[in-house]
């Protein structure tokens, strides 16, 4: 490809609408909460909003922690103790900045991620095996060039099968409630396997850390059925962004996914600081705050 033509297609690329498993959620959730966490921008600032909570805070440093192992050779994985590296991770949502309202709280939160990973230390299963890390910074591909869709988003991890070479998906989950059977997390993770990495995906699987020793196998869904389901979530957001139409079903009231922030945006919220990817965080006082469990991918 010639340079101009490389750089057409960055630019045609990066014009399109980019879609992932966290904006597809929070748009059949409430397209209002959607357009105020993935499109809206701070007027002053020019960065989007992010409301920090406990669990939010919780699940982040724990899958940054074992995220960090996939780029490490198998044999090399445990020689730094994963409760040093959680320690370490954990400074930079210490209090306020994790949505913490007094150190008690924290405290408890913090020992629930430890338990996880002295959990996953014990019995590594998975973790201990090779992986794949695909090349890329944030994965993504073509979902429909014609329509100017992009599928992006990171897998948690991909164990590697050699005989016959394949890939295992894995998700971790740290939040006390079960993955909804209608989910399309793994149809998404499945496409992103198989368009952003070259072996094929072999199975699937949620690892609840809080409470089981091993990954639990989920049915892998059929590509055709996973790009049909994606790409019609797609065309929806894209459809209500060429309309600017983003109604909560809630009504005028707004509903739990929305109103967090509204308030935000009506600058109800205390700001305190700034994340790596340069979104602006705030947070609520707690009677304000809709702190779910489950929300991390």
Request: hydrophobic letters at 35%; a negative charge; proline letters at 6%.
């Amino acid at each position: 490809m010639t340079q101009t033509g490389l750089k057409n297609f960055m630019s045609d690329k990066y014009s399109a609408v980019w879609v992932s498993h966290s904006s597809i959620s929070d748009f059949k959730r409430c397209p209002r909460a959607y357009f105020l966490k993935n499109v809206f921008r701070d007027p002053k600032t020019r960065h989007k909003m992010k409301l920090m909570s406990p669990s939010l805070a919780l699940g982040s440093t724990v899958h940054e922690v074992l995220e960090s192992l996939s780029v490490l050779p198998s044999q090399r994985r445990f020689s730094e103790s994963l409760i040093a590296k959680y320690e370490r991770a954990w400074e930079k949502v210490k209090g306020k900045r994790g949505g913490f309202p007094d150190e008690a709280t924290e405290y408890l939160y913090r020992e629930r991620g430890a338990e996880m990973l002295r959990r996953v230390t014990r019995a590594p299963g998975p973790l201990a095996n090779k992986a794949v890390k695909i090349n890329m910074d944030l994965p993504n591909f073509w979902l429909s060039e014609e329509e100017g869709l992009v599928l992006c988003g990171r897998i948690d991890w991909l164990e590697f099968f050699e005989e016959p070479a394949t890939v295992h998906i894995i998700d971790f989950k740290t939040g006390k409630g079960e993955e909804n059977s209608d989910s399309l997390q793994l149809p998404i993770y499945f496409l992103l396997a198989s368009n952003c990495q070259k072996w094929p995906v072999a199975k699937a699987s949620y690892w609840y850390l809080e409470t089981s020793d091993e990954p639990i196998e989920r049915p892998l869904p059929s590509a055709e059925e996973a790009m049909n389901r994606v790409l019609e979530a797609g065309r929806e957001i894209k459809i209500a962004r060429q309309l600017n139409r983003f109604k909560c079903p809630g009504g005028e009231e707004g509903c739990p996914a929305c109103r967090p922030f509204e308030a935000i945006s009506r600058g109800e919220a205390e700001f305190v600081g700034s994340d790596e990817y340069r979104n602006d965080i705030f947070i609520l006082p707690r009677e304000e705050e809709e702190d779910r469990e489950g929300v991390i991918l």
